[in-house]
């Protein structure tokens, strides 16, 4: 199958691309440059350089042309800020390209469609007390990027949205979204300050698994949740405080009323600023002072995923954070195409 991706040269995109290529599949890609220093893509993959927003619809459809699958591995997540109301920021990335490509696609003949969303949705839809959406413009274009690329999908146009976790995982020379933690854990002295809970996580190779089994297995319109490995924030914290060279550091779980103050801290700078986050901080203590589980019999198994060395993914990606904070590294950030 021949397959078209945007962000192929992304964490995620390059180890989908690598997965594709090696279940007998070509690849072709667009992304922004540049190219990360080391980075190692698949030699198979058909890579042109550029950013698709500012393509014209003949031209992308130039490169779906004779394609029968899609891949979106782009987009921009919840740490990214912006002037107010940040919703239009996520609408732009998330939503906007996913009713344009697609209409595309779908007029060119493509067949199958995987995007890359997030686990947030999953819990927008399964704990609807919270009333996420509501609260959280982040949350709420996720579920209203799912809304957009289901509407898509008929019995001749499959449409999967990947709702993606926790991924542990490096590419030289891109700087890993676990920065921040590496740098709390770097900046504590004998205790780490967390709330209760945890998270489910992949490693970048799973999630490949993933995009790859979406682009083959999926039929029709479905959103699979994304999780194999699930893990208490005082559990994550030691398998990351180990890989930087502090094994003695132990977590202090703090109460739920603390964290609210932080954020609530946190959103005083940026209304000062005058940018909006795409979480409201208070809020969302609901979630990350709890448990935010997902069996991998939910969504993973179904596409194919395989277990992996989450432990290792971790350790790797805090090494090379603690490398980057080192400067015996280079790096660009992680970015959306």
């Not at 698709?52 to 029968?68: F, P, V």
């Not at 921009?76 to 107010?84: K, L, S, Y």
């Not at 930087?244 to 959103?267: N, R, S």
């Not at 596409?303 to 992996?308: A, K």
Request: charged share 25%; hydrophobic share 40%; aromatic share 10%.
């Amino acid at each position: 199958m021949k397959i078209f991706m945007i962000g192929g040269t992304g964490l995620l995109g390059s180890e989908a691309a690598r997965e594709l290529i090696s279940r007998g599949h070509e690849v072709l890609s667009v992304a922004l440059p540049p190219l990360p220093e080391g980075a190692v893509l698949p030699p198979e993959m058909k890579i042109e350089y550029g950013n698709y927003l500012e393509m014209t619809d003949e031209e992308i459809e130039k490169y779906m042309t004779g394609c029968e699958g899609f891949v979106f591995a782009a987009g921009v997540d919840e740490r990214v800020e912006g002037p107010a109301p940040i919703y239009d920021l996520y609408k732009k990335y998330n939503i906007d390209p996913i009713n344009r490509l697609l209409a595309i696609a779908k007029r060119v003949g493509v067949k199958h469609v995987a995007i890359c969303g997030s686990y947030f949705a999953y819990f927008a839809k399964t704990r609807k007390e919270l009333d996420l959406t509501k609260h959280h413009p982040y949350i709420r274009s996720r579920i209203d990027q799912e809304n957009a690329a289901m509407s898509f999908a008929d019995d001749s146009f499959d449409v999967a949205v990947l709702e993606l976790p926790y991924i542990f995982g490096t590419q030289p020379g891109r700087k890993p979204v676990w920065m921040f933690l590496a740098e709390q854990i770097e900046g504590s002295k004998n205790s780490i300050l967390y709330p209760k809970g945890g998270s489910t996580m992949v490693t970048v190779k799973q999630v490949g698994q993933a995009i790859a089994g979406a682009i083959e297995l999926n039929k029709g319109g479905n959103c699979y949740p994304i999780g194999y490995y699930n893990k208490t924030w005082i559990e994550l914290l030691g398998i990351a405080s180990k890989a930087l060279g502090y094994p003695y550091k132990k977590v202090t779980t703090i109460p739920d009323f603390l964290y609210k103050l932080g954020g609530a801290q946190l959103m005083k700078e940026q209304k000062k600023n005058n940018i909006q986050g795409g979480l409201h901080m208070v809020k969302f203590a609901a979630l990350q002072c709890s448990n935010l589980f997902i069996d991998k019999e939910e969504g993973a198994e179904k596409l194919g995923v395989q277990p992996d060395d989450i432990e290792g993914a971790i350790a790797d990606s805090m090494k090379l954070c603690k490398d980057i904070m080192d400067k015996k590294v280079n790096s660009i950030s992680m970015r959306g195409e």
